[in-house]
């Protein structure tokens, strides 16, 4: 049985190409002592893992040229030499664009739950977390208040959007094409979505922020976190999540005008923060959003490519903001 | 008894000159029912009014030409007619730039205790609650901690400085010469202090960083705030209290690069604001600072210009980085 693998050929030094990416075919690897192999069934991609792409301007380690692209997957165990974990076992683990990885018992994490596993990888995996966190713990979201968010319809995007929703909020949602903004109010709940990409975005993004924005949701960087500064309330909150205006360039642009002086004339709050931070309460967040799930408040998106040879056209893709919700690689049944 | 006055004879457009004021005298005011007159003992300036001279764009009211230049003095009332106010009582109001004016009761504050007056003006006044509440409120200091401060020979600097000192932070200053840094140094404690007009400042300024900076209090925004950016720590605090270096410009650089990407790889937290909005909390600020002061380990600095018609000489020069710590103006004794 062969392990076919996705390598990174070389590392982008402007957008990224298929050409960076290389497959090739080894052997499947066989667990050792306190070792389990998996079997990939989905793989994910972001991007933030573009940012990996950079090297050390990012907080993930720097993939190599010649290695396997990393990525999360989730995964079915088809050989156990670990206590706790048996064949058969629903996981999720860093096994990176392949077929099969050999991974240590405790770098894998087993997962419960029915439905489709590809949830691990969004709702109940990094993308609802961050959103949930990000949400809750940095932009502290009350009922009435104004929440804006970027990227609305993304992995992260769609699930903050809903979640503030839920806990009251007027939500604003800014996408990349009128069939997102129409899924974010028709499909999803929010009260307006924008299309960056129209000519009058500028007035029509004025306009749906109303008297203010209490939290920015940041998901791009950019020119619409440029917007957004200039019309935050007092006292308001930047959630830094994520800039993926910037990621998929040689040439980050500079930050936006007003940093930092409109940061203290409004009294605003920015702040950056990395999921991995709450990973001992990870399990608050799961619970918390299992229960809007499956009361049919918080509808989890996903988009899908098949086989694992589709990888680097689904990353190269949802860089050009070609997905809606999370992204989805189906590798195996 | 005539009353001198110094009016703002046109708004700057780009740096702020002499001929943007104009003198003239008008009859002392009379203080009506509920009113007090308050003779102008001292004024202070700060770099903060230069924004109010960008109109709209700051947190101030834009003042008008044709208007008395605005600012706060130290005053003695030489006439009454509000209760619980006498004849001789010391008061911190805002007359703006002349030798009297007339005030409701409620807009201006008694102070009391002995010493000289002017430091209702410095340490104990705007100046040092900024420093106070921005320090202890956003920046959050611990022991062993490295706090950086911009502007640190400056009236909010010199105290941010000092007070995080005495809760055991390793403290570095950024100065504008060479003899300000000695005195941070030498008289007033700082660890280190290093001058940003230097050829060789990049390289100082990140060897007195040691192995990053935990707490940054930023008066300066521009490249000083770009390059402590770029040495915060994991989960480092931005205090954002004063943007001097885009104050007297008609043309506002845009922000530092890396916003928000470095934000969100170090978590970091950047945060504005007003030091009126703990105007309930002014007392126990004053009451600390006061025992620090008294006890001798907070040493308040003002360097001094004598007259009313030094005012804005005062300020031009304060807006180049001519002074060390509290500017006052002395106006009568």
New interface residues.
């Given amino acids: 049985m062969p392990n076919r693998r996705i390598l990174i050929e070389s590392l982008p030094q402007d957008r990224l190409a298929p050409e960076n990416f290389a497959m090739d075919t080894t052997d499947v690897p066989e667990a050792g002592a306190g070792e389990v192999l998996c079997r990939t069934l989905a793989l994910t991609v972001g991007a933030g893992q573009r940012?990996g792409l950079q090297g050390s301007?990012?907080?993930a380690a720097a993939p190599e040229s010649g290695r396997v692209m990393n990525g999360t997957a989730v995964a079915r165990v088809e050989e156990s030499r670990a206590d706790g974990i048996a064949v058969g076992d629903l996981v999720t683990c860093p096994s990176g664009w392949q077929d099969y990885a050999v991974h240590a018992a405790k770098a894998v994490n087993r997962v419960e739950g029915g439905g489709d596993p590809a949830h691990h990888l969004g709702v109940y995996g990094t993308n609802g977390l961050t959103a949930y966190f990000g949400l809750f713990d940095l932009g502290e979201p009350k009922a009435g208040q104004t929440l804006v968010v970027s990227a609305a319809a993304g992995s992260v995007g769609h699930i903050v959007g809903q979640m503030a929703k839920i806990v009251g909020c007027r939500v604003v949602g800014v996408a990349g094409s009128d069939e997102k903004c129409r899924l974010l109010t028709e499909d999803l709940g929010f009260d307006a979505a924008v299309n960056y990409r129209d000519a009058n975005f500028r007035g029509s993004f004025r306009e749906a922020c109303g008297d203010g924005i209490d939290i920015y949701f940041?998901n791009t960087?950019g020119e619409i976190?440029g917007g957004a500064l200039r019309r935050m309330k007092p006292h308001g909150r930047?959630v830094?999540?994520?800039?993926v205006s910037?990621y998929d360039t040689g040439n980050?642009?500079?930050?936006?005008?007003?940093?930092?002086?409109?940061?203290?004339?409004?009294?605003?709050?920015?702040?950056?923060?990395?999921v991995f931070?709450y990973a001992s309460r990870y399990g608050e967040g799961r619970a918390q959003m299992r229960e809007w799930v499956e009361s049919g408040r918080l509808k989890p998106l996903q988009d899908e490519f098949h086989g694992l040879e589709e990888a680097p056209n689904a990353f190269i893709d949802l860089l050009a903001g070609g997905n809606t919700g999370t992204r989805i690689i189906r590798v195996a049944d």
């Fill in positions: 940012a301007a990012s907080y940041d960087g976190l930047i830094c999540c994520g800039v910037q980050p642009a500079p930050g936006p005008r007003g940093i930092p002086g409109l940061l203290v004339n409004n009294r605003v709050r920015m702040e950056g923060f990395l931070d």
